[in-house]
């Protein structure tokens, strides 16, 4: 591991200013990411801030829905009772990410800045990695790429974000709220992740020194009839191949009024399923409508040659996920 300084600030202020203060600065909270990352050398900040002593760990009442400040422990926000009765997605989604040493430890704020599990982002002794040294190529694309992207990718990158967390703050219309030089600011779910496009280096649309403070979560009158779904090698501890967050409001015959569907697993963002959202608005989710919707959603897919299974995978799931939400009371 290569040789960083460190500070340990106790306000938001202080962080900033610590942060600004020389080159190759990272905030550090948890730590669960970072520092596997630098273990690897993968990356190799030159200082450290660590925001543990921040005052941003409360979960509170806010404009109707919850804030959730960056600090908080994935496992305090997935057993917190607000968010386990408004919001139970969420709480399925972090349950199902991880282990529970890892939530333990792991931070809100951290969670929304996970690189990407990608084998040869991770390995330095691969050299070709856009995301690690751009320019250098995509080592995926014609090697082992069965964990990898099937929606918006592009040449540089087809990586996907490992997060399962965030594929349901997507599907809820989460708002990031940040600071930094230049201020507060809120950040939209949907507007956070970003695509590789030809900067895959680039995994979120933070400015260089905004710092997360807090995740806000929307009033949704439906929220609680929300289910996560995550499909994956192993049980115990795995990232999603293909995971599906369903947020639904239905009439008692099963129309569907609204649906907000996420997808982790397929690209390199959390993925919102807006084609399958305007397909299924108005209808009644019979099998036929749903797989249509489904159909219509992974269209623009591409597989790759070991990852290809995951077009008719994510389909399944669309259904799937939409069918156990409509059971949900």
Known sequence: MTPFTYTCPETVAEALRAYAAGP???FIGGGTNLLDLMKMGTEQPAHIVDVNKLPLKKIEEH???LRIG???SN???ANHTLVRSRYPVLSEAIL??????LRNKATMGGNLLQRTRCYYFYDPTFRECNKRDPGSGCAAIQGYNRIHAILGASDECIATNPSDMCVALMALDATVQVTGPKGERAIAMRDFHRLPGNTPELDTNLQPGELITAVDLPA???GRRSTYIKVRDRNSYAFALVSVATVLDAGEDGTIRKVHIALGGVAHKPWRATTAEKTLAG???DAGTLRAAAEAELQAAKGYRDNAFKIELAKRCIVRGVLSTLNVA
């Open 24 to 26: 190759n600065t990272q």
């Open 63 to 65: 404009a109707g829905g």
């Open 70 to 72: 960056a600090l908080v």
């Open 75 to 77: 496992t305090e926000a």
């Open 96 to 101: 199902a990410g991880a282990t529970q040493q």
């Open 220 to 222: 949704i009158p439906y």
């Open 283 to 285: 209808r009644k989710a």
